[in-house]
């Protein structure tokens, strides 16, 4: 306990005195407070990040995740102008003599050149203190072509600079060197543990759920830890409060249906949106007709399907209350199963079953509760769960059955992984005049730990059939933050965010604390672009156990522990910010310094491995990543999208691999490209496309063989081939590169829109390779093969929204 205070002692003291500074009356001359919320006039949907502005004191503040404001300002009349991108912005005069609470409506519809003449520039990425963070608007997203028709969240973060997919096909996501456990993926607040459908090649977002998406690289602020490279915000859709809103979307892959509406109106909505995949159901009559030909008389019956459901229910309490409830469940499920019947000599008659599956669980939930205090006091308090399982097993049967008795034996293998938590988090938002913005709160959360069991069951007809559980106990640990920050406005031109963020972990009698200081700056230079510099520290107290390879779900989550210290690291970011007319443009340099990454050593894997103890089987290392990011981004107009490029390093350095050298990490991508269109061409017609080039990715590949001769015990000579495998990642795949395109006609009866949606994945049929082995020609000399499996793919999905 007496360390846990050490640790809030510095941060309870900087919290104290950011509120004496902001409760003092010599801090700012007599002002009053003008708050509210900033909500969609159609739907009732809150606007987070809408802009309210004081356009003769060039003073204005950004509306918070659930859409309140807090603007304070000298006593006297002024001008308000209240935008967000899409939206008609509304002006107001306001008599500051006293405290207002005013909530307000946009309308939908672009009026960016007249916003821009009002001088509201407070939204554009120069003005804001937070680098290293792309917002892309969600119905930007749902233009781009995707595989099948179906839209994806984080293939089209992908296409960012400093994110990089872990392969073809796949969704997953590596941050500025980082693996993927070191993105924390919230989904209205909570951590998803795992975020692939079919493999990889599909997210669990549903994009016809979502209201905003926004990825962190760095530069992170207080409010946010427990995760090294990156911080992916996803919010739901609140619910139209007005009247009875739909999509429902029919692709070649799934078909989805979403659904909105009051419950009350004005006071109270829901949002609740389903998708299903019918892969099955299409293969289904494939592998009948299969069988049906095959002159065997077995039969093999594939199945594969996922499922998502999502919903949300927000009620308005009163003009000072608000609670939400959200939910998420998802369910992958993947197997086969084989039937046969043949004769034996004696007359026996064999059936033989087997079985072969795994599944995979997500499911979380979030209860909300928004209070404002007063004007410039807001709070949340929200109670989560998340729970991620896997299983997967193997089952063999046989009846054999003789003229006057059957005897039945079975052997079945399941192995089962998985991680569940319960949280509570409280946070405030304190805006005590025009200079300060100050965040503060804590979070507590218990962590249930399945690293992995094996269940064995034989029945070979014995009087006691085995049935037994081996492998790794369940661990439970607990871990909480603090923290604290404030976003001032220094002078005139130059803005900080300046915070402490205080973490701790108790874990099997082990208890491991952080203090992680957060720095962001913002210096107007006279021509008005940004320059912009971060720093922070973050700590990671859970961990992905993975072997680098498909993202298969078979991957482990794992604590630190009183063996396995906690992930460090550090980032220092510079770079410059400005808008040009319509167009945002970036430039960013970073480096950061890894410290505590978990690996499997050489060879090693814990699925299905007996052993108890998988901390033997792992080791620690540390690593570097450094690199330059350029983006160019237009998010509204007839034509928007964006322009990325990315020059990066990634390294690694473990003492169990690669005999103790640097090596570089398997995602390693020197240059990375991408470009993004989207264009309504007028009429019912609009169209995008997509082009991305990388460097091909860092594998192990054989790299020389040898032929020895030994001499067993009878004097026999025998030689055996030995193959030596190459330094670690020393050999690289083909470059990456695929073009993909989309066209979608459009139309609108009465309150319902059609749009047709043809799509092409792989445009131009660049095989791009998913995995590489070293084999030999027809000479019989050693080459690289790779292979692909996504060649030239169109799709058609139909759309309907009401």
Known sequence: MSHYFRILKPLLTLAAALCVLGWSPNAVAQSFTLSGHVQDAASGEQLLGATVWCSDLSIGVAA?????????LPEGEHQVVVSYIGYTPQRFSVLFDQDHKMDVELVAGTALGEAVVTGELFGHIEEQVQMSKIEVPIEQIKRLPAIGGEVDLLKALQLLP????????????????????QNLMLLDGVPLYSVNHLFGFFSVFNADAVKSMAITKGGFPARFGGRLSSILEINLKDGHMKEIHGDATVSIIASKLTLEGPIVKDKASFMISARRTYLDILLRPLFARINQNDNSSGTVEPRYYFYDINGKVNWK????????????????????????????????????????????????????????WQPKLFSNVTLTRSYYRFNTGIEFSDAITTADTTINERFAALYRSGIEDYAAQIDFDYAPNASHYVKFGAKWTHHRF????????LDFGQPNPIDTLLGAMDINSNDSYVYVEDEVAVTSRLRANVGLHASMMHVQDKTYGSLQPRLALNYRLPNGTALKASYAQMAQFVNLLTNEGLGLPTDLWVPSTAKIRPQKRWQVAVGLADTFGEFELSLEGYYKGLD???????????????????????TQGIGNAYGLEFLAQKKMGRTSGWVGYTLSWSNRKFDAINNGA???????????????VNHELGGKWSTSAAWVYGTGRALTLSESMYTTFFVDE?????????????????????PYHRLDVSIVQTKTI?????????????????????????????????????????PFLPSIAWRLSF
């Open 714 to 734: 009878q004097g026999n000579i025998y030689e055996e081939e030995i193959t030596l495998p190459s330094g670690k990642n020393a050999f690289r795949m083909s």
């Open 317 to 372: 309490v009163s003009d000072r209350d608000r609670v939400f409830f959200s939910t998420f469940s998802g369910t992958d499920d993947f197997g086969f199963s084989t039937q046969d019947t043949y004769n034996q000599s004696g007359g026996q008659t064999v059936n033989t079953e087997s079985d072969f599956g795994l599944d995979w669980i997500n499911s979380v939930q979030a209860l909300r509760w928004n209070h404002e």
């Open 596 to 618: 505590g990454l978990l690996s499997y050593k050489d060879g090693a894997s814990f699925m299905f491995n007996l052993e108890t103890d998988w901390e033997e089987q792992v």
């Open 162 to 181: 400093g994110v990089q997919s872990g392969g073809e096909g796949s969704s997953g996501l590596y941050v500025r060197g980082g693996s993927p456990d």
């Open 64 to 72: 918070n995740t659930y859409g309140f404001y807090s603007l304070s």
């Open 662 to 676: 640097w090596y570089p990490f398997t995602y390693d991508r020197r240059h990375d490209v991408s470009l993004v």
């Open 450 to 457: 399945s690293p992995g069991a094996t269940q064995l069951e």
């Open 750 to 790: 009465e309150n319902m829109k059609r749009s047709l949606i043809f799509s092409v994945y792989n445009a131009y049929n660049n095989l791009n390779p998913f995995f590489a082995n070293l084999e030999e020609n027809s000479n019989g000399q050693p080459v690289i093969r790779e292979y692909g499996i996504f």
